[in-house]
Every structure is written in C-alpha cells, then in structure tokens.
C-alpha cells in the first residue's frame, strides 16, 4: 500500500507527516515554508516518498464555525486538487491538533521557544494519525 502525506497548513508554514506503507503510523517530516514554492517542495515530496494521498487539515472553530485559517486551508486544498489531480486529496478535521502538539511538545521536554520549529510538523503529525487511526475502524 502507497504512503499518505499529511499536510497542516499555516500562514507560514505548513507541517508535514508522512505514513508508513501500511497506513498505521504517522511520522513528521520538515515543516516547509508556506510561500510561492510550497508546491514544487511538495512535489519534490510526493515524489521522494512514493506518495498516493494527501490529507489536508481543515481548521474550524470549536463552535464548528469557519475562519480565517478555514479559508487558508482550502485554498491550499483546492491548489493541491488543481496540482495533483492524479493523486486521492481530502480534507481531514484539524481542531485542537496544534494544541495537542504543543503539550507533547512540552511534556516531551521541549521548551516553548524552541517548540516554533518542531509544533507545525508535530500537529500534522497528530492529525495524519488521527485520520490513519479512523481508517481501521473502515
């Protein structure tokens, strides 16, 4: 089975997780720099990881209300359709992930400082796996 890409997309940047061929675990990769290249990275990605799917986080408020970030997301969603239509695309509940991210972050021992790096890619991380873990129930 062809490996998922999880993407948690940002203003700045967008994290990134990639599964196993299995389709159990998810694993973070480098975050990359949300600008006009995000998609040749993507690329380059996609290609190195023998990728089939991507799973795109969609950030809603607890009241299940868009926002702003909504909107971000599916731009980037949309431009990932656009790009990479030979690949299967989907949108995936992110809320709370970068919060979640942050306290494994923290109980892991990572000071809130250094977490800028690490919490973009970790919540793409959380939410590839939640999106992994709702495929076994299938």
Not at 6 to 21: E, F, I, K
Not at 58 to 70: I, K
């Amino acid at each position: 089975m062809a490996r998922l890409l999880g993407l948690d997309p940002g203003t700045r940047r967008c994290g990134v997780a990639v599964s196993n061929s299995a389709r159990t675990m998810a694993f973070p990769r480098e975050a990359l720099a949300n600008d006009d290249q995000l998609m040749a990275r993507l690329r380059t990605v996609i290609d190195d990881e023998a990728i089939a799917g991507v799973v795109v986080g969609r950030p809603v408020a607890l009241s299940g209300r868009e926002t702003t970030s909504t909107a971000l997301a599916d731009q980037l969603f949309e431009a990932l359709c656009a790009a990479f239509g030979d690949l299967d695309i989907v949108q995936w509940d992110e809320r709370l992930t970068t919060h979640e991210a942050q306290r494994a972050l923290s109980q892991a021992g990572v000071r809130a400082k250094s977490q800028r790096g690490h919490v973009d890619s970790a919540a793409a991380t959380i939410l590839l796996q939640n999106y992994l873990d709702g495929l076994i129930g299938d």
